[in-house]
């Protein structure tokens, strides 16, 4: 049997991956103490808790999750697959019992004590980890109906299920995209990438008709003009607060759309906080950063000589850039509002403390292809 170990030696940093991550993060703290310092002082009397409250629980634990994941061999990580997805899904049934708690209409956080966290940041994580060892494993999951397709619809639909319930549907639509891109990759026949896709359009839209305020946000989308003051509020504020930017923004800590106006400044509407202090242009570094951090986990995906670290690496990238994709789509009116952050930039300890693990294994698998 294969030992697995610690990396010790072998292979070099991958400086693009970490520099590209170190400077997200950075500028998300840096932002998010710009949108948040209002809104902290006066519900709770100190202008620097959401960012204190970030670096505590969000970067601490990502720093820990990045050199676990940097220096342990990611191989190993193929072992513990099915242990860890145990794991995901009981902390995603455990929402729905007393530890779970409803902010905003939604039970997508678990409270023990002083800590809440959202397992459904976790199991984004957990299930690229997973689905990279089950396709890898078996060349027949690619091809065969019966051991692949079917398994594969089962084991996907059981966690969409239980994400749609919360709800965090942008979530659902997220991992699922993801997974079938995974699928993709492993070499899957084309015709059970385009039912699965149907399928999963069919899911959907049934999922959006039969739920009020997913339906809502949906003809918000359709007709902004006759939503402004309603479901189309937000979006509207925040194409206010985009094209208030101009070229250049306003200047740092200077937005008024955040105050008073912009609802959700922290999450799922910071892009349009740094479109507004820092325009156009900060906008487009923003984007870049992102693109480019993808654009480099791709990269080494295509040089990884084993189908776990290269189905890996596929996840990774694809969660990275469909969740900035529909961040930022979606505050821009290009879709419809979905409740998305950004990756590495929006308020949220759970989901930056992931991406970092992240950025921490796509290091590992970088070094280790390097050898």
Request: aromatic letters at 12%; zero cysteines; a positive charge.
């Amino acid at each position: 049997m294969k030992k697995f170990k610690i990396l010790k030696s072998g292979g070099h940093n991958d400086y693009t991956v970490i520099f590209t991550a170190v400077l997200l993060i950075i500028f998300g703290l840096f932002i998010l103490s710009s949108a948040s310092s209002y809104l902290a002082a006066e519900d709770i009397g100190n202008s620097y808790y959401y960012l204190k409250h970030q670096i505590l629980y969000g970067l601490s634990l990502g720093l820990m999750g990045f050199f676990l994941g940097a220096k342990i061999y990611y191989r190993y990580h193929e072992k513990l697959a099915l242990p860890l997805l145990i794991i995901g899904v009981a902390l995603l049934l455990l929402i729905f019992t007393p530890l779970g708690i409803n902010i905003g209409g939604a039970t997508r956080w678990i409270q023990i004590g002083p800590i809440s966290f959202q397992p459904s940041e976790i199991i984004k994580l957990i299930f690229i980890i997973y689905l990279a060892a089950w396709l890898s494993h078996d060349d027949e999951r690619q091809k065969n109906f019966a051991k692949g397709f079917v398994p594969f619809l089962i084991i996907l639909g059981s966690i969409l299920f239980l994400l749609i319930k919360q709800p965090a549907t942008s979530t659902a639509i997220i991992l699922a995209t993801t997974s079938i891109a995974m699928y993709f990759a492993s070499g899957t026949r084309l015709v059970y990438i385009i039912s699965i896709t149907a399928l999963a359009v069919l899911v959907l839209g049934i999922a959006v008709y039969i739920s009020p305020y997913r339906w809502d946000r949906v003809s918000a989308f359709l007709n902004p003009e006759k939503n402004l003051h309603t479901s189309g509020y937000q979006v509207n504020q925040a194409k206010i607060a985009i094209g208030s930017g101009g070229l250049w923004g306003v200047g740092y800590g200077q937005s008024t759309t955040k105050i008073n106006y912009l609802p959700e400044p922290l999450h799922d509407s910071i892009f349009a906080v740094v479109a507004e202090e820092f325009g156009f242009i900060g906008s487009i570094t923003l984007i870049g950063l992102l693109l480019m951090l993808v654009l480099r986990i791709f990269l080494i995906a295509k040089r990884v000589g084993d189908k776990f670290g290269q189905l890996l690496l596929v996840g990774f990238g694809s969660l990275i850039a469909l969740q900035s994709f529909v961040n930022i789509g979606a505050i821009s009116g290009l879709l419809p509002l979905t409740g998305t952050p950004l990756p590495f930039i929006s308020y949220g300890g759970t989901a930056l403390a992931i991406f970092m693990t992240i950025i921490g294994i796509t290091n590992n698998i970088s070094k280790y292809s390097n050898r």
